[in-house]
């Protein structure tokens, strides 16, 4: 079995083996870590992506220029059609494990292989760091596509290779194997992510937000005593002896401010015939407009 590609239809219609790294979907944890991700990461090298997404294919299977049965018409003649890629790989793939699932259903007949992924670069992991006859996995090592080269262990072409069924079925059935967590070696590279800022950072934010949202509301809502007034720092409250006092307004006539009086002295009062305010008696200016 080989990689291939066919380039005699193009640029508008080449074909042959497809693979590589996803730009959409992020690389999941159980390919991150397995014995795939030194080839994937070289891959996505190779491919310019700008992050670690799904890699493919996982597995591979013939399907160059197939011969399949079509149909018949009422007359009894047979067409064929030749098919290639996936219409082919896909259909023996499921075939084969459909296969699998019955020969196990003799002896279990709720078996099943579930979520199979993950399963298989496992069982392609354990049998990487313990190379060995038993192995499942046909291994692709010759052909090529536009971009990347077939080559040992997993690559961009073919994945893993081709599967035989018994082998794997023994592999399945061993827990060692099929629940195996490979330990590297792995590039020293971060996961795959298409978020720029993570979870938790958003939730921090989210709820600082909100905190200060709360001590706004709660200052700007805060009750004030009836007939509380802003104090200025420099006079100190309202009727206090110490600090400066504030000039004295200016006359509405535009004379000079009354002088003060003097403290200690007591004298009757009377209304300012200028401004009508209450002014002492003595020879003293106005407080209020100044006139003597």
């Known amino acids: 079995m080989s990689a291939w590609w066919d380039t005699e239809a193009c640029p508008t219609a080449c074909a042959g083996t497809e693979g590589g790294l996803s730009p959409m979907f992020p690389e999941p944890y159980w390919q991150y870590h397995s014995a795939a991700q030194p080839a994937i990461s070289a891959a996505g090298q190779v491919q310019g992506a700008s992050f670690l997404g799904r890699a493919g294919p996982d597995v591979a299977f013939p399907a160059n220029d197939t011969i399949a049965y079509v149909y018949a018409d009422s007359s009894e003649n047979v067409y064929f059609t030749v098919l290639e890629g996936t219409s082919v790989a896909a259909p023996m793939f499921a075939g084969l494990l459909a296969d699998v699932i019955a020969v196990e259903n003799r002896s279990a007949p709720t078996f099943g292989l579930g979520y199979l992924d993950p399963e298989i670069y496992r069982i392609a992991s354990y049998f990487t760091a313990n190379p060995g006859p038993l192995s499942p996995f046909f291994d692709v090592t010759t052909g090529q596509n536009y971009v ?69 509301v709660l200052i700007f809502a805060w009750p004030r005593r009836k007939g509380e007034l802003p104090v200025a720092p420099e006079f100190g409250p ?3 002896s110490w600090g400066v006092p504030p000039p004295a307004p200016p006359s509405r006539y535009g004379l000079p401010p009354p002088a003060a009086p003097t403290l200690g002295h007591t004298s009757a009062t009377f209304l300012c015939p200028y401004c009508g305010s209450v002014r002492p008696a003595e020879p003293v200016r106005c407080p209020r407009c100044g006139a003597w």
């Open 148 to 216: 990347f080269s077939a080559g040992p262990g997993w690559d961009p072409t073919t994945g893993w290779g081709g599967l035989e069924a018994p082998l794997f079925l023994a592999a399945d059935a061993n827990g060692t194997i099929a629940s195996y967590e490979y330990a590297g070696p792995t590039p020293n590279i971060p996961a795959a992510s298409n978020a720029s800022i993570p979870d938790y950072a958003i939730y921090l934010i989210f709820g600082l937000a909100i905190v200060l949202a709360v001590l706004l």
């Open 238 to 240: 309202p009727g206090s």
